[in-house]
């Protein structure tokens, strides 16, 4: 969509975007997933790392010595740091596009409907706003249908991803509080913790600010119905 957008294939009041707020969802998106890059960089990085001071410390062999089994492992154990990180990050990363972008949509309209309530000293209805009202309506539709079927899948996706996750986070938290461990195992049990931390207050934070103009929205739908009356019928 947002390639189509700026090739000037698409225009963005076809997604319901303004250019300015395309713009900002762009931003947004390049900041969250260079975020996630530098993320899994380092996880891949830390997971090298990590492997050779196991090895170090738990292999009674000569450490000098490369064997092809040790080779094998190693990059087993990397390529899955890799996978699973840019499994969580970037899906992540997606999530928090989808609910920004859900975001700006919602906060067009309550903008159009602000400058659309009149004082209630000076109330003035006519046709013309009657019908921008039910265009309004349309659009909260449009946009509630769009929600409805990004959470047939991103529901599911956040229940088990994020409840193991979670499960994950308060098992390296036990380990971390209540088990003798080694310095490497203290830091990376330490990162794990920060990290899957982070990720869960963020994918909460993405949701509860689309619940927060939804809430907005619901209040200017409210104050509609005490100016218009049954005209919105």
């Given at each position: 969509m947002f390639t189509q957008i700026y090739k000037g294939e698409k225009d963005p009041q076809e997604f319901g975007l303004t250019v300015k707020a395309a713009k900002l969802l762009s931003q947004r998106i390049r900041r969250s997933?260079?975020?996630?890059?530098?993320?899994?960089?380092?996880?891949?990085?830390?997971?090298?790392?990590?492997?050779?001071a196991l090895h170090r410390i738990y292999d009674d062999a000569d450490n000098s010595k490369i064997s092809p089994k040790l080779i094998f492992w190693f990059l087993v154990y990397v390529i899955s740091t890799l996978y699973s990180s840019s499994y969580m990050w970037f899906s992540a990363s997606l999530f928090d596009a989808i609910c920004f972008y859900l975001q700006l949509r919602f906060k067009?309209?309550?903008?159009?409907?602000?400058?659309?309530?009149?004082?209630?000293?000076?109330?003035?209805?006519?046709?013309?706003?009657?019908?921008?009202?039910?265009?309004?309506?349309?659009?909260?539709?449009?946009?509630?249908?769009?929600?409805?079927q990004?959470?047939?899948?991103?529901?599911?996706?956040?229940?088990?991803?994020?409840?193991?996750?979670?499960?994950?986070?308060l098992f390296a938290l036990y380990e971390l509080l209540y088990v003798q461990q080694s310095a490497v195992m203290i830091k990376l049990f330490s990162w794990f913790i920060f990290e899957l931390g982070y990720l869960l207050c963020k994918v909460f934070n993405c949701g509860s600010s689309v619940s927060e103009e939804v809430s907005v929205w619901l209040v200017h739908l409210l104050s509609s119905f005490f100016t218009f009356g049954y005209k919105l019928n």
């Amino acid at each position: 969509m947002f390639t189509q957008i700026y090739k000037g294939e698409k225009d963005p009041q076809e997604f319901g975007l303004t250019v300015k707020a395309a713009k900002l969802l762009s931003q947004r998106i390049r900041r969250s997933f260079l975020v996630s890059r530098i993320m899994i960089f380092t996880r891949s990085m830390l997971a090298m790392f990590v492997f050779v001071a196991l090895h170090r410390i738990y292999d009674d062999a000569d450490n000098s010595k490369i064997s092809p089994k040790l080779i094998f492992w190693f990059l087993v154990y990397v390529i899955s740091t890799l996978y699973s990180s840019s499994y969580m990050w970037f899906s992540a990363s997606l999530f928090d596009a989808i609910c920004f972008y859900l975001q700006l949509r919602f906060k067009k309209v309550n903008l159009e409907m602000e400058q659309l309530i009149p004082a209630e000293s000076n109330i003035v209805t006519t046709a013309k706003d009657i019908q921008v009202w039910r265009s309004i309506l349309v659009e909260h539709n449009h946009i509630c249908y769009k929600i409805h079927q990004y959470n047939k899948f991103w529901s599911r996706y956040i229940l088990w991803s994020y409840l193991f996750l979670a499960t994950c986070m308060l098992f390296a938290l036990y380990e971390l509080l209540y088990v003798q461990q080694s310095a490497v195992m203290i830091k990376l049990f330490s990162w794990f913790i920060f990290e899957l931390g982070y990720l869960l207050c963020k994918v909460f934070n993405c949701g509860s600010s689309v619940s927060e103009e939804v809430s907005v929205w619901l209040v200017h739908l409210l104050s509609s119905f005490f100016t218009f009356g049954y005209k919105l019928n």
